[in-house]
Each structure stands twice: as structure tokens, then as C-alpha cells.
């Protein structure tokens, strides 16, 4: 029983004979189909030659694209800065760069041009291209100063409400720099200002006054608002002199000793001359004290403690005309009239349309330098030479210096002093 328990399971656990196990070794493989290189090699080439020239291809391409590349951004530098030599440039080329090239450096160069163009006053050109700049250089810091070129060259060209409206977007687009916003502000500061719209200017100001980082903006518009006040009474300076003056002349016409001419002029004797009237030609010594309608000394030669010389018909008109009226001794005083003296220009201390005042002593007439008559070397006889006589005795001569020869010849002493007397 035992034995045959045994049987039975060696014959279960034995594998039939015929069957094949289910994986080969490496072996059995390479018995079962040796390695063959060539083959491999003919049957993997033509994919290996082909992913190689693709590859090749791509290098080809990507080295020509690059040189492309290349070879164009140095064109585009060349041309740029030929179109920068100069001092200002050259607005020709600056366009036909930026009409190739339809980018930032475009952009630059279409910006170079409306520079140019606002430099030599051609507003409404310089307006469009600073604008087609603009458009190209978007988020460029240089897009602020495009934008505000255009807004200022609108103002120029007499397009006032346009370029308003220009700073205005400006001072409100938070893409733009801050100083490109403070400087639209000021400008729009300055603008009211001139306008006479003194909200618009207050508005302007306190928005900078807002923003600690406008403080430069700030101060440069309250000095343009000082400067400002000051030119408006300078131009009215002169109207206002002129009406000063008039009040002043007026007053001294009434006073009793004061005289007028039929030029306006107004004088008062105070001392009488005795001497010469001086005429135009004349050169006088004189001395004076000028003062300004309020009292103001603006010149004194008295002041000074030196007289004055200086020809009639080289001073003002006031002074050329009582000057021929007064006598050397004389001492006048003279109340000029704006145009007998420095007119509407003014001179130095004295205002547009200023009067004068003047206390005038005439001292002298300075007798005119007399020049010697020259003799007219065409009519008369040249003077002969003179030498003096030589010693026969020659061992015995001496230098002139040690020994001067006062010998002359009496036909030679003759004819001298003939010539002299002429």
C-alpha cells in the first residue's frame, strides 16, 4: 500500500516528457537565432540617416535664422545712428527707419523726428508724429515723453482745447511715469495760469502739493506763478509811468519860475551865466544830479565830486536842447519828459516811460584841440640832407659822441631855415 502511495506521487510530481517550458534563456535564444550585425545595420541605417538630416536640417535652419537675425538687428543699428549724426540729426532718415520698422526702435526714431520737427516750429507735424510714436512705444518709458510732445505741440499749433485734453489724460494714466504725470500737471498749471483761470491753477497745485514725490514740479510752478506777477507789472510798467510822469510835468508846469518848450521840455533858472552858449558840436564840463520822480538818486556827478565832459549832441534830447539854451555859469533845473530821455526802453535804474529830474551847472566850454597846419609835402621842396663836415686829418678823428662836428654847411643852414619858415 505504501509502495504504491509512492508510486503515484512520484508519477504526479513528475513532468511529462513532452511538454516545453514556457520561456527560453539566453542560451537557448541565441542558439535558437544567432545575432546578426549586418542585418541589424541594414535595417536601422536608413531611419538613423534620416533622423540625422533632419537634424541637420534643423541646425541649417536655425543657424540661417539666427544669422538673419543677426546681420538685420546690425542694419538696424547702422542706419539708426547714421540718422543720429549731427547735432540734431536727420529727420529724413529718422522717418525712413521708422517707417521699415514697425517696432519700439521705430518708435524711437519717428520720436527723434517730431523732436526735430517741433525744434524748427513745424507744430502740427511734430503733433502727429509724437503721436504715431506714442502709439508704438507702449509701455517704453520714452511713451510719457511722446505723449506729452504731442499735447505741447497741439498747444503750439493754436489747437489750445486738444492739447488740454492731451495733459490731462496724461496727469490721470497711472501706466505713464510720475514724472511724466507731475510735468503734465505743472504744464496744465502754467496753462491756467496764463489763461487767467485761477481754479485750474489751484487745482494743479494742490494735486502736486498732494504727492510728496512732485515736490520739484511743486516748486517750479509757485516760481512760474512768481515770475508770472512780475511780468504782468512789467508790462504794464510803462503805462504806468507814462501816467505818473504826465501828474508829475503837470505839477511843475504850475509852479511859478518853471518854463516849457514847444518840445515838452520844463526848466527852472536857477542861477544865471554870463558866459558862452554852447552849441551842438561843443564839448561842456558840467555837473549834475539826477533823480527819478520820487526823489530816487540814479546819477550824480556831484555826488561824485568830478564834473562831467561830454559833446551837446552826445547826450539826451532834453539835455542836447536846455544845454544850447544855457550860458557857462549857469544852473538850470530840467524836468524831462519820457521821450526827451530814455523812452519806453529805459536805461538801467531808470524804468520804461520814466520823467527825469536834473539840477544842471553848465562850468565850461572846453576850447577844441587846434591841430597844426601840415605842410603839403606835394608843393614844397624837399628839405636837403645835412651832413657834417669830415676832418682832412684822419689820424686825428675822433666819434661823435666824443667829439660832435658843429660844422655845417652855410648853402645847407640856408635852405633849413627857408623851410621852417613856411
Do not use: C
Request: hydrophobic share 35%.
Amino acid at each position: 500500500m505504501s509502495s504504491n502511495d509512492q508510486k503515484e506521487d512520484s508519477s504526479q510530481n513528475e513532468e511529462p516528457e513532452n511538454e516545453q517550458a514556457d520561456g527560453l534563456t539566453a542560451e537557448q535564444a541565441a542558439e535558437e537565432r544567432p545575432y546578426d550585425e549586418l542585418e541589424a545595420w541594414k535595417k536601422s541605417k536608413n531611419t538613423l540617416f534620416s533622423v540625422l538630416g533632419i537634424i541637420a536640417l534643423v541646425v541649417a535652419i536655425s543657424t540661417f535664422y539666427n544669422n538673419s537675425k543677426r546681420d538685420e538687428a546690425a542694419e538696424r543699428s547702422v542706419r539708426f545712428v547714421n540718422a543720429s549724426v549731427g547735432e540734431v540729426g536727420s529727420e529724413e532718415k529718422f522717418l525712413s527707419f521708422a517707417e521699415d520698422y514697425d517696432d519700439a526702435l521705430g518708435g524711437v526714431a519717428q520720436y527723434r523726428a517730431a523732436s526735430i520737427q517741433y525744434g524748427e516750429a513745424r507744430y502740427a507735424e511734430s503733433a502727429e508724429n509724437f503721436s504715431e510714436a506714442a502709439k508704438r512705444l507702449v509701455g517704453d518709458p520714452l511713451q510719457g515723453r511722446a505723449r506729452i510732445g504731442h499735447a505741447v505741440s497741439l498747444l503750439k499749433d493754436g489747437k489750445k482745447d486738444d492739447g488740454i485734453s492731451a495733459l490731462s489724460a496724461i496727469s490721470d494714466d497711472s501706466s505713464l511715469l510720475n514724472s511724466d504725470r507731475f510735468e503734465a500737471r505743472y504744464l496744465l498749471g502754467v496753462q491756467a495760469l496764463g489763461d487767467g483761470k485761477t481754479d485750474g491753477f489751484d487745482a494743479q497745485r494742490k494735486a502736486l502739493e498732494d504727492d510728496v514725490n512732485a515736490a520739484d514740479y511743486l516748486s517750479r510752478l509757485v516760481e512760474f506763478e512768481r515770475l508770472h506777477k512780475l511780468y504782468k507789472q512789467a508790462l504794464s510798467l510803462p503805462d504806468i509811468n507814462l501816467a505818473k510822469g504826465a501828474e508829475y510835468l503837470s505839477k511843475q508846469r504850475k509852479r511859478k519860475g518853471v518854463m516849457e518848450t514847444e518840445s515838452g521840455l520844463l526848466y527852472e533858472v536857477l542861477k544865471d551865466g554870463n558866459g558862452s552858449l554852447p552849441v551842438e558840436t561843443d564839448e561842456v564840463e558840467v555837473h549834475y544830479h539826477g533823480t527819478l520822480i520820487n526823489g530816487e538818486v540814479f546819477d550824480s556827478s556831484v555826488e561824485r565830486g568830478e564834473p562831467a565832459k561830454f559833446r551837446v549832441n552826445q547826450v539826451i534830447a532834453g539835455w542836447t536842447e536846455a544845454l544850447q539854451l544855457m550860458k557857462v555859469g549857469s544852473k538850470w533845473k530840467l524836468f524831462i519828459p519820457a521821450e526827451l530821455a530814455y523812452g519806453d526802453r529805459g536805461s538801467n535804474t531808470i524804468g520804461p516811460n520814466e520823467a527825469l529830474t536834473f539840477d544842471v551847472e553848465l562850468l565850461g566850454i572846453t576850447p577844441p584841440i587846434e591841430e597844426p597846419e601840415l605842410p603839403d609835402l606835394n608843393d614844397s621842396e624837399p628839405i636837403p640832407a645835412i651832413f657834417p663836415e669830415v676832418s682832412e686829418d684822419t689820424n686825428n678823428s675822433s666819434t661823435p659822441a666824443e667829439k660832435p662836428n658843429n660844422k655845417i654847411d652855410n648853402k645847407a643852414a640856408k635852405a633849413k631855415d627857408s623851410n621852417l619858415s613856411k
